[in-house]
C-alpha cells in the first residue's frame, strides 16, 4: 500500500502538498496520477492546484476499465487495472478519485445519493466511536467487492478464517481530516474497521510486553485497530498459545483517539519488582505523548491482560 497523509507543521503552509522524507535526504513526490487528479479538481473549483491537499494515496488494482466507477448505463469492460485511489482536501471537504497508474484515467467519486445501508451503518459505528456528528462524516466512497476469505481479508495471523469467498463492501469515510476505511460483508449487519489514515488493521497499533521480576513474568499483548487484542503468556515456558478478545466500545474508542492524536513512540519502563515493560505505540498524530499519557496507555494494556490472569475470560485457543 503506498500511502502519503497530508499534515502541517509550522513551515508548511496549509494546503501544500505532503510529503515523506526519505532516507536520502531528499522528497518522495506524489505520483503523476495523484497530481494530475488534483489539477482536475483544481480546474472544477477554479483554484489554484497549490490550495489542495493530497490527503492520501492507496494503490488498489480495478476490476474494469471504469475504474469501478462507471456512470449509469455506462458500458464497462471487465479487466484489471493497477491504479489509485486519491483522497484530495480542499477547506473542510475530501474529494475522491479513482486513477489508472500513469493518470491517463481518472474518475472522480461523486456523493452517493443513494448509499447502501452498509455505508450507513459505519456512519452511526464511526460516529458513535467518537462522539462526532453524523452528518458531518463524509461517504467517499462505497463500492462492491468480492473478499477472498470470511476476514474479509484483514489477515491477523492467530484469528482463523474461512477460505471462501465473501460478497461485501468496501466503504472509505472521512471527517476532521481523518480517512476511514470499513469492511463489510452481505452475511454480516456490523461493518469492520480496516484502516485508518491508511494504517492497516492488520498490523498491531500497539506492542506491548512485561519480563522479569519474583513472578517471572513473561506477558505480551497486542491491540489491532479493528478492536482485537491477542494476549500471550509464557511464565516459565517457552511460549503459550494466545488468548483472543475483543475490546468493548469504549476501550476501542479511547484506543483510536491515542491513535490518530499522539506521535509514534516507545516506552521502557522498569518496576520496583525487577520487571520491565515494553510498548511500542505505532500512531499517526502529531502530538507528542507525555510520560503521563504513556503511563495511562501501559496501564490500560496491563489492564487488558487481567481478566484472562484471573480466569474471569476463556481464551481463544489454538492447537
Known sequence: ????????????????????????????????????????????????PQRITIQAIEAVTWQNSCLEAGDPGEICQ?????????????????????????????????????????????VQYLAGLFGYNPEAIQILSDRPITFADGCLEIAIAEIPC???????????????????EFRASTLESNPVLASVDGYPSSVPALNWSREGSTEEFCDGLKVYLNGWSVQYYCRGQASQNPGIMRLPPEQLSKFLRW????????????????????????????????NPTRLEISEFAANLLAPIQRGTVTPFLFP
Open 1 to 48: 500500500m503506498l500511502l502519503l497523509c497530508a499534515c502541517n507543521t509550522n513551515d508548511q503552509p496549509a494546503g501544500q502538498t505532503a510529503t515523506l522524507p526519505p532516507q536520502d535526504g531528499g522528497f518522495i513526490q506524489p505520483p503523476g496520477a495523484a497530481l494530475q487528479a488534483r489539477r482536475e479538481l483544481a480546474r472544477e473549483l477554479n483554484i489554484s
Open 78 to 122: 471487465e479487466q484489471q487495472v493497477p491504479g489509485l485511489i486519491v483522497s484530495l482536501r480542499y477547506g473542510e471537504r475530501i474529494y475522491t478519485y479513482h486513477t489508472d497508474l500513469e493518470g491517463m484515467l481518472i474518475r472522480q467519486i461523486r456523493p452517493l445519493e443513494e448509499p447502501s445501508t452498509f455505508a450507513l451503518q459505519a
Open 162 to 180: 474461512t477460505q471462501l469467498p465473501v460478497e461485501g463492501r468496501i466503504i472509505r469515510l472521512g471527517i476532521d481530516n481523518h480517512i476511514f
Open 259 to 290: 491513535f490518530i492524536r499522539l506521535q509514534p513512540f516507545e516506552f521502557i519502563q522498569s518496576s520496583a519488582d525487577g520487571s520491565q515493560i515494553r510498548m511500542t505505540l505505532n500512531s499517526l498524530g502529531l502530538e507528542e505523548a507525555d
